[in-house]
Nanobody
Framework: QVQLVESGGGLVQPGGSLRLSCTAS????????IGWFRQAPGKEREGVSS????????YYKNSVLGRFVTSRDNAKNTVYLQMNNLKAEDAAVYYC????????????????????WGQGTQVTVSS
């Protein structure tokens, strides 16, 4: 059974950090580009970051550049999203998704390119 599971969400104060994990079962993540998306209440889902399966290239939404870092641990079949200096506007449900495209380049934030999706993990940023 193909499954993606996110974990690591929670409540954090502004300026704090969280590390989200995306773990796969039923398939090997290192063959897939992995995207991180988020959706806040009343807003459309948006791409946050993506990491390619080919050369490890990573892409970021402008507003998280310099604060978020995505990485892979192929031995654990897991991709991480390290989120630092969190802001109130980062609060959302975060999803990871896997796509067979390898490296989507400038199209990395197009959700239709990703084939498998996790169930999401809630990130709340509040004092």
């Amino acid at each position: 059974q193909v499954q993606l599971v996110e974990s690591g969400g929670g409540l954090v104060q502004p300026g704090g950090s969280l590390r989200l994990s995306c773990t796969a079962s039923g398939f090997t993540l290192h063959n897939y580009a992995i995207g991180w998306f988020r959706q806040a209440p009343g807003k459309e889902r948006e791409g946050v970051s993506s990491i390619s399966s080919t050369d490890g290239s990573a892409y970021y939404k402008n507003s998280v550049l310099g604060r978020f870092v995505t990485s892979r641990d192929n031995a654990k079949n897991t991709v991480y999203l390290q989120m630092n200096n969190l802001k109130a506007e980062d609060a959302a449900v975060y999803y990871c998704a896997a796509g067979l495209g390898g490296n989507y380049g400038v199209s990395w934030a197009r959700s239709e390119l990703y084939h498998y999706w996790g169930q999401g993990t809630q990130v709340t940023v509040s004092s």
